[in-house]
């Protein structure tokens, strides 16, 4: 069985690979699925039973929600050139998980509560899971000048409901088909509701979330972000672009790992994430015997 090192060492690698490069998922080609059974049980465990007649089941640590906070500095107006001064902090409620997949009966004793290899890596799923999933939203957006978004003549001025039509997260990833690096969007929202809050930030209110990239929460970004909306004065549509900056998110991360591997895991899992490892199990397509 891993030592508490070896797992911290693993979610380190896995939570901060994932701020860089991506899902923490294995990339697979089209194949067979892997000859196996899905249990769930009322309390949300996951058990994945083969015909062979191994079984492994899902363990997840858990952290609690935090805030994380991510500034971030206009780079680009495109509604008004000018103006590109804009520094804004995305105030996120998150919590960090670390799900993994474990042998409960494997011929190979020695592998039993012993984390499922998969082909590329050995952790099953590790990610900030952001709270709007489950709990509602509670994020904030707050500028020092919101004349970009509002359209008002004064830079603290802000508005009873504003709508952001799109917000696009980007990272750079190598595109297999070209092997070129490209900025690809990864995740991000739609629809985009805020409402006014004290008279000088806005509450985010609502979002349709859309990500590429499972591990992530679809505000937070490690790359470019690009927002889409209306021009106050044209009407039309105009862009505008942020540069984030994760470093105080990644000194949180760092600590959290730390403290994440204290508690005691829980086979059990939350509506959102059964229901995002179900989907994950059901879509991608597994080589025969890539479970070991």
Not at 1 to 23: E, H, N, P
Not at 45 to 62: P, S, V
Not at 137 to 152: E, F, H, S, V
Not at 221 to 244: H, M
Request: net charge neutral.
């Amino acid at each position: 069985m891993k030592s508490y090192a070896q797992y911290r060492a693993m979610a380190r690698i896995c939570v901060l690979s994932m701020l860089i490069a991506g899902s923490a998922f294995a990339q697979v080609t089209e194949s067979p699925k892997e000859n196996f059974k899905i249990e769930v049980s009322p309390e949300n465990a996951i058990t994945l039973k083969f015909a062979d007649g191994r079984e492994a089941q899902t363990t997840m640590y858990r952290t609690g929600y935090y805030t994380w906070p991510m500034p971030m500095s206009m780079t680009e107006n495109m509604c008004n050139p000018e103006m590109v001064k804009a520094n804004c902090r995305l105030i996120l409620r998150a919590e960090m998980q670390f799900l993994m997949l474990n042998w409960t009966k494997n011929p190979d004793a020695g592998k039993v509560g012993t984390p499922v290899s998969f082909e590329y890596n050995q952790v099953f799923d590790g990610q900030l899971l952001h709270e709007s999933e489950e709990q509602g939203q509670k994020d904030l957006l707050i500028c020092d000048d919101y004349r970009w978004l509002t359209g008002n003549k004064d830079a603290g001025e802000i508005n009873r409901h504003e709508n952001i039509i799109s917000w696009g997260s980007e990272a750079n990833f190598t595109n297999t088909e070209t092997t070129m690096s490209e900025n690809r969007t990864i995740g991000g929202a739609l629809d985009m509701e805020l409402s006014g809050s004290l008279g000088r930030m806005y509450r985010i209110s609502g979002y349709k979330n859309i990500a590429q990239n499972p591990t992530l929460p679809g505000l937070f970004s490690v790359g470019p972000i690009s927002l889409v909306i209306t021009d106050k004065t044209t009407r039309e549509l105009c862009q505008v672009q942020f540069s984030p900056d994760i470093s105080k998110a990644q000194i949180l991360i760092s600590k959290l790992i730390d403290q994440m591997f204290k508690e005691t895991p829980t086979p059990n899992l939350t509506e959102y994430r059964k229901k995002h490892v179900l989907g994950t199990l059901k879509a991608l397509q597994f080589k025969k015997g890539e479970f070991r």
